[in-house]
T-cell receptor, first 115, second 116 residues
Framework: AQKITQTQPGMFVQEKEAVTLDCTYDTSDPSYGLFWYKQPSSGEMIFLIYQGSYDQQNATEGRYSLNFQKARKSANLVISASQLGDSAMYFCAMRGIYNFNKFYFGSGTKLNVKP | DTGVSQNPRHKITKRGQNVTFRCDPISEHNRLYWYRQTLGQGPEFLTYFQNEAQLEKSRLLSDRFSAERPKGSFSTLEIQRTEQGDSAMYLC??????????????FGEGSRLTVL
């Protein structure tokens, strides 16, 4: 079974500072993918970044980077230079190779960016 | 707008009534998913289609729930004899197998159901 754990229900960060959102996962699949999504108050889930379990380098997409530590089973999202528009819920998700069509989501972290 | 479209965005109904939600995926996407999200939780998988075939259903999907995707285009999710526990956000997502990130999901804005 797959499980995603996000232990930070809420986080505050000052505008222009960096913030790390934690995500740990549990799976027995030999290969898997890790995703981060942003959900603003409008409700739409927006894809941010992807990390494959066999990728040699940590993923980066603009201000988003993924701190992937496979041995620790963690896939933390780092947002650099926070902006007010980054205030939203953030979800970590995983998909394993044996159940390729099912994404498992964590319970999310509510990020508030303060001006 | 070429994103995933869902309607209605909000539905308030009385317990026992039937409701239907519609999802129009991104046109070239062959996979369509339904998820349910309750307050303070992440989305939970309900069901998945590849083209018109419903290939997987979650145990969360009781016999009061039915989903269709005729002709592999739009999809409908119907809930019969609604219960208060059905109150949630119903999210539709689509994906293209073999996409850049091996099938990341593209979500609609969701349909929020409130059962009184």
């Amino acid at each position: 079974a797959q499980k995603i754990t996000q232990t930070q229900p809420g986080m505050f960060v000052q505008e222009k500072e960096a913030v790390t959102l934690d995500c740990t996962y549990d799976t027995s699949d030999p290969s898997y993918g890790l995703f981060w999504y942003k959900q603003p108050s409008s409700g739409e889930m927006i894809f941010l970044i992807y990390q494959g379990s066999y990728d040699q380098q940590n993923a980066t997409e603009g201000r988003y980077s993924l701190n992937f530590q496979k041995a620790r089973k963690s896939a933390n999202l780092v947002i650099s230079a926070s902006q007010l528009g980054d205030s939203a819920m953030y979800f970590c998700a995983m998909r394993g190779i044996y159940n390729f069509n099912k994404f498992y989501f964590g319970s999310g972290t509510k990020l508030n960016v303060k001006p | 707008d070429t994103g995933v479209s869902q309607n209605p965005r909000h539905k308030i109904t009385k317990r026992g009534q039937n409701v239907t939600f519609r999802c129009d995926p991104i046109s070239e996407h062959n996979r369509l998913y339904w998820y349910r999200q309750t307050l303070g939780q992440g989305p939970e998988f309900l069901t998945y289609f590849q083209n018109e075939a419903q290939l997987e259903k979650s145990r969360l999907l009781s016999d009061r729930f039915s989903a269709e995707r005729p002709k592999g285009s739009f999809s409908t999710l119907e809930i019969q004899r609604t219960e208060q526990g059905d109150s949630a956000m119903y999210l539709c997502a689509s994906s293209l197998y073999g996409g850049r990130y091996t099938g990341e999901l593209f979500f609609g804005e969701g349909s929020r159901l409130t059962v009184l």
